[in-house]
């Protein structure tokens, strides 16, 4: 699996960015997402995450009713829509494939794509 993230930039606080995770491999449809970020100085940490059955979401307290992850399994994509940013929300933000466990704990997510970059300015 090769994962190719996008969408990330320089934004003001209170705008929006979405990104978007490319997935290749024929296994995308039935394979859970997550979300993860990671920001200066500081370790990577949960975002958000969607189940491929049912589609189910969860989301981090810290973006909760701020962010959306979404999917879209005939594109091989999943999405991060981003409203009402803060400059906390500044970080590279991984897109990943996840395995096992708690969609917490970062040792369940298996492959991870390259990061793209979300600058919030205050």
């Known amino acids: 699996v090769q994962l190719q993230a996008s969408g990330g930039g320089l934004v003001q606080a209170g705008g929006s960015l979405r990104l978007s995770c490319a997935a290749s491999g024929r296994t995308f449809s039935s394979t859970d997402m997550g979300w993860l970020r990671q920001a200066p100085g500081k370790e990577r940490e949960f975002v958000a995450a969607i189940r491929w059955r049912y589609t189910s979401t969860y989301y981090a307290d810290s973006v909760k009713g701020r962010f959306t992850i979404s999917r879209d399994n005939a594109k091989n994509t999943v999405y991060l829509q981003m409203n009402s940013l803060k400059p906390e929300d500044t970080a590279v933000y991984y897109c990943?494939?996840?395995?096992?466990?708690?969609?917490?704990?970062?040792?369940?997510?298996?492959?991870w794509g390259q990061g793209t970059l979300v600058t919030v300015s205050s």
């Open positions: 990943a494939t996840h395995l096992s466990g708690s969609f917490s704990d970062l040792a369940g997510y298996n492959y």
